[in-house]
Nanobody, 123 residues
Framework: QVQLVESGGGLVQAGGSLRLSCVAS????????AGWFRQAPGKERDFVAG???????TYADSVKGRFTISRENAKNTVDLYMNSLKPEDTALYCC?????????????????WGQGTQVTVSS
């Protein structure tokens, strides 16, 4: 069983930056593909960014060029660096890992989820 704990959320003005961190425990982190998803009130949980065990990554079109996902297998962490934040980025951000070394953009393919960290961007 893998446990995931996110941190780093908060309130930021539009145009600002935040760094989200996710720490994993209970498994061999280097064996897992990882991802970040977000859910705004009344909306579906959407893919934001994903990363393979070896650092290959992909992004949702809405965040491409503004967000960067990275991982450090030795520390069991996956981070999301968010720049040029917009009010529409406001959501609960959750990290997830899947039982494969490869990333996925599909929510259903992730087996373990954190509780999430709230990001609020004011205009």
């Amino acid at each position: 069983q893998v446990q995931l704990v996110e941190s780093g959320g908060g309130l930021v003005q539009a145009g600002g930056s935040l760094r989200l961190s996710c720490v994993a425990s209970g498994g061999t982190f280097s064996r897992y593909g990882a991802g970040w998803f977000r859910q705004a009130p009344g909306k579906e949980r959407d893919f934001v960014a994903g990363i393979n065990w070896n650092g290959v990554s992909t992004y949702a079109d809405s965040v491409k060029g503004r967000f960067t996902i990275s991982r450090e297998n030795a520390k069991n962490t996956v981070d999301l660096y968010m720049n040029s934040l917009k009010p529409e980025d406001t959501a609960l951000y959750c990290c997830a890992v899947r039982n494969s070394r490869h990333l996925s953009t599909l929510r259903a393919e992730y087996a373990y989820w954190g509780q999430g960290t709230q990001v609020t961007v004011s205009s």
